[in-house]
């Protein structure tokens, strides 16, 4: 008797503790979501308890396109679609958004809580990162804003972090292993190998996540401009993008750089003009196809004073 018994109550306690458990979770993700754009409500999840999973509304314009990193093309009036939500998987759910005016138009969507208020939302398989929501505690409703400008693209920014304290100290390492050429030419070897340390780290920071700030981008492409190969300078130019596209415009004369030290790297002539030879030269160099207004736009010199600066450079050199 207590052969049987015992693996049944075994059963009944197991099923509990995965209802109470997914229970959790629904509480969890219940309440109302904000995302902000611009400062103010761009889209308003709002999900209740239905069941072992939820149910709800998610309010936005009508029209909008998104590649990622900025939001576009903003028009129409404010529809409220009708979410349903899946039994939740840990702290994630899949919710399906019905559109109100075409039943048969649906959008399914990863939804995680990240942190207590704090949330991403994505479409299904989308190949970026999700939008940042968080939890609504005030007593207000909030509504979406109406004023967007159709002809506008919109940066898709969280909250801008901190500056990872690590990624700054292997920044200021980096360059100060480069303040004297003397000193340089004489630990070469040795310096070299530093490099190669310094950039495991920051590719390691990088796969924790533990880079988030601009800045963090910005000197992590600098330390990658200092590679061994065609592969870190390209790698140098990824992260001067992700700097500029989380607002830091000192990141593009580094996006430039890193881009010239690549086709060096691969035989093909440099395009900008950032890079000299020890001798002065800029060969080979294609001045032909980028043009000094967008040089300037990357806070690289004209091709002209390009030249007067290498000239000035050398004459200190000489002295």
């Not at 072992?52 to 900025?70: E, F, H, K, Q």
């Not at 759910?93 to 939302?121: C, H, I, K, Q, W």
């Not at 590719?203 to 800045?215: T, V, Y």
Request: proline share 5%; net charge neutral.
């Amino acid at each position: 008797m207590t052969r049987t018994v015992a693996p049944m109550l075994f059963l009944v306690v197991l099923t509990a503790c995965t209802a109470s458990s997914r229970q959790s979770v629904v509480d969890d993700v219940a309440g109302t979501w904000v995302m902000r754009l611009d400062g103010r409500p761009f889209m308003v999840l709002t999900l209740a308890p239905d069941g072992d999973a939820v149910s709800g509304t998610l309010a936005r314009p009508r029209t909008m396109t998104t590649d990622g990193l900025t939001v576009s093309r903003i028009g129409g009036d404010i529809i409220a679609e009708r979410v349903t939500g899946t039994t939740p998987d840990g702290k994630s759910m899949r919710l399906v958004a019905e559109n109100p005016s075409d039943a048969a138009n649906r959008t399914e969507y990863e939804f995680r809580v990240t942190a207590a208020d704090a949330a991403g939302l994505k479409p299904a398989g989308a190949p970026f990162e999700p939008l940042p929501f968080t939890r609504h505690r005030g007593i207000d409703t909030p509504r979406v804003a109406t004023d967007w400008d159709a002809a506008r693209s919109y940066p898709l920014l969280a909250a801008e972090a901190a500056p990872n304290s690590e990624m700054a100290a292997i920044y200021e390492a980096d360059q100060a292993a480069r303040q004297s050429l003397d000193t340089f030419a004489a630990r070469a070897g040795r310096i070299s190998a530093e490099d190669a340390a310094r950039r495991d780290r920051v590719r390691a920071l990088l796969e924790s996540g533990a880079l988030r700030a601009a800045q963090d981008f910005r000197l992590a492409a600098m330390v990658f401009q200092h590679g061994s190969e065609p592969r870190d300078y390209l790698l140098a130019h990824t992260f001067a993008l992700v700097a500029l596209a989380r607002g830091d415009r000192s990141a593009a004369w580094i996006a430039a750089a890193s881009l010239d030290r690549y086709q060096h790297a691969i035989g093909q002539p440099q395009i900008f003009g950032t890079r000299f030879s020890w001798e002065g030269s800029q060969e080979p160099y294609d001045r032909t196809l980028v043009s000094d207004a967008l040089r300037r736009e990357l806070g690289v010199p004209a091709v002209d004073e390009q030249q007067e600066q290498m000239n000035k450079l050398l004459q200190m050199q000489r002295r």
